[in-house]
């Protein structure tokens, strides 16, 4: 036994005391510390330093936007709800001032002083504000050159006008301007019977400002008609002889208007607005896509490339050698029997959930899980969505009793359980159900930041993971897979051979068909919604290219062992519908200026 003097044992004991406290205190500044990060993390879950000025923004907008809207009466409802025609005049100066304005605020913000989740917000708000400036200018270039055709105009905006804050009205002096108005009408429409042809943008252009005045004055005359004894007595038949006139004058300008210099008539019947190569560039640009369409189209070419050396192994395995459309025609003849896709896409979303969990890539919310939505879609749909679609729901594409037979199997063949295997995941979870889920929860001020190349990229991104893990087994679920691979391939290189005005929507059709292996009557439904469905011109070509943006991502974050795969999953998921070089910035932490430009180049060419 070892015995220790008092004092040696008190100055032990002290020391103990000492040394306790000492790491208490170095224990608790790490629990503080990372208390802050958690608490730094939390808030930039949600929001940054220029969130407020967004959501600011944002609602001024619309707040503009909803009071120059006429109304669009509805008889059965208190709500009533606004019409999104063309901007008037007024409407449009005041989208200028109140854009300049919010320029000038962010111009007052201390950029350097400010996080990286700010600094994304801040040049994401600086290029949507440039961008709709950008639109607006055009707006009113178009505008001018269309107001000869409607000289009444500012007669039915400034009835509007007075209608906006109820100022009491003459009934026979209204229906003395309508009456004037309709006569200065029938001499335009006369004038415009002689002309031989309006260019396509101009002649859209002028149709939707007739459009907006029909709907413009008919709120006018339902705000005052019956609830005015004197109006009701004057103005209805006035009112509806203008009204008729109007839309009638709308008929003929659509008649008069030709094919773009761009688009020469073919036999497709497909009318569209080929956008030329300079407004190509420029919607780029402001997608953050550094990238020429030209590059675009080589870059399209090269993964093609790949998708028919894939395709080729595939068909070998089942027995076609190099023939991969008679593989493709088997894979086509497997369609399930009518009343069965229902059942088919509900066992295809559990392979694929079961697979993404087993291999743990991403959080999947139970209520997420539980709350997604089916529907069926209707034949009027599919004439231009051939196959299903997705978002808070999936809307099944599939034959109804009363299409024609021949429809009825181009629909099936089209829908087979090896095609739909590689999409359902597209529209489902993780692709577009979870992303409605989860932008809603996570930096939902962000919305306005949207960007297709976000939207179908990240859904594209699912199909372009699965097949490197291995989601497909077979060589016949590789060929499905594949099928929509060389499909977004095609996409980009049909849309932007289109919009530079080197094919014509007959020859997007026949590429589909023989290049891709589509359907006819699908091709065709594919290229009308593309050129006629009120897509923007980059909207095809955004699925490929934002699904090798995030590839080319997960390369430097996942590949080199920074993040896992679920780490990096959650962190996209989480950023919201935002331009990919802006998640970038903000998950890598690189450096920024308030005046960016897009400058990364995500795609290896030598490759």
């Known amino acids: 036994m070892i015995y220790l003097r008092k004092d040696s044992v008190l100055n032990t004991y002290r020391f103990l005391i000492l040394a306790i406290a000492f790491f208490g205190t170095i224990a608790c500044c790490f629990a503080t510390a990372a208390a802050q990060t958690m608490a730094t993390a939390g808030m930039y879950e949600q929001a940054s330093e220029v969130s407020g000025t967004v959501v600011r923004y944002g609602q001024d907008i ?21 019409d999104r025609v063309l901007n008037s005049p007024e409407q ?36 949507k504000i440039n961008f709709e400036l950008a639109a607006l200018q055009k707006e009113e270039q178009r505008y001018n050159s269309i107001k000869k055709y409607i000289p009444f105009a500012d007669d039915i905006y400034q009835l509007e006008k007075q209608r906006r804050r109820g100022i009491t009205m003459d009934g026979k002096q209204v229906a003395l301007q309508l009456t004037a108005i309709l006569k200065q009408l029938k001499e335009d429409t006369i004038a415009f019977a002689k002309l031989t042809a309006l260019d396509m943008p101009l002649a859209i252009t002028t149709q939707q400002a007739v459009s907006g005045l029909k709907s413009r004055l008919k709120n006018f005359y339902d705000f005052y008609d019956t609830y005015d004894p004197m109006f009701t007595w004057w103005v209805p038949t006035p009112y509806k002889g203008l009204d008729s006139a109007l839309t009638l004058y709308g008929k003929q300008i659509i008649k008069k208007a030709k094919f773009s210099t761009t688009q020469k008539p073919d036999s497709s019947g497909i009318k569209g607005v080929p956008i030329g190569r300079d407004d190509l560039i420029s919607q780029l640009n402001a997608e953050m896509i550094p990238y020429t369409p030209e590059e675009l189209i080589h ?6 490339a790949w998708c028919d050396k894939e395709m080729l192994k595939a068909s070998q395995e089942m027995g076609f050698g190099n023939d991969w459309k008679k593989a493709l025609e088997k894979v086509k003849n497997s369609y399930v029997d009518p009343g069965k896709q229902p059942e088919l896409i509900l066992k295809l979303y559990n392979d694929a959930i079961n697979f993404i969990k087993a291999k743990d890539l991403i959080t999947i919310p139970p209520l997420a899980e539980e709350t997604w939505g089916m529907v069926m879609m209707t034949p009027q749909r599919q004439l231009v969505n051939p196959f299903f679609t997705g978002g808070k729901e999936i809307s099944i594409s599939y034959p109804t009793s009363n299409m024609a037979e021949g429809d009825k199997l181009m629909s099936m063949r089209g829908n087979n359980p090896y095609f739909s295997r590689g999409t359902v995941q597209h529209e489902l979870i993780p692709g577009h159900n979870l992303q409605y889920f989860t932008n809603s929860r996570y930096k939902a001020y962000r919305q306005d930041f949207a ?61 589909l068909v023989d290049r891709v292996g589509h359907e006819k009557a699908n091709a065709e439904g594919e290229v009308r919604r593309s050129f006629e469905g009120g897509y923007s011109p980059l909207y ?13 991502l997960k390369k430097e974050l996942v590949d080199s062992g920074k993040m896992t795969y679920k780490q990096y999953n959650d962190a996209v998921i989480h950023e919201n519908l935002i331009p990919i070089e802006m998640v970038r910035a903000t998950l890598r932490g690189a450096p920024l200026n308030k005046d960016f430009n897009t400058n990364w180049k995500f795609y290896n060419f030598n490759q």
Not at 70 to 81: G, S
């Open 62 to 82: 619309t707040a503009l936007q909803e009071y120059y809207w006429p109304y669009k009466l509805n008889l059965k409802e208190e709500e009533q709800y606004k």
């Open 299 to 304: 870059l399209a070419n090269k993964e093609f």
């Open 540 to 552: 095809q070509v955004a699925y490929l290219i934002g699904g090798l943006q995030l590839m080319s």
């Open 92 to 127: 449009r100066k005041r989208l200028v001032e109140i854009n300049n304005d919010y320029l000038k605020q962010l111009d007052k913000i201390d950029f350097n002083s400010i996080s990286i989740y700010g600094k994304v917000d801040y040049i994401l708000l600086k290029k």
């Open 451 to 511: 960007t297709p190349f976000a939207i179908e990229g990240w859904s594209l991104y699912w199909e372009l993971l699965l097949y490197d893990q291995g989601f497909a087994k077979t060589p016949e679920e590789r060929i499905g897979m594949l099928f929509w691979r060389m499909h977004r391939c095609a996409r980009i290189i049909f849309s932007l051979n289109y919009h530079l005005g080197n094919w014509t929507p007959q020859q997007c059709i026949n590429f």
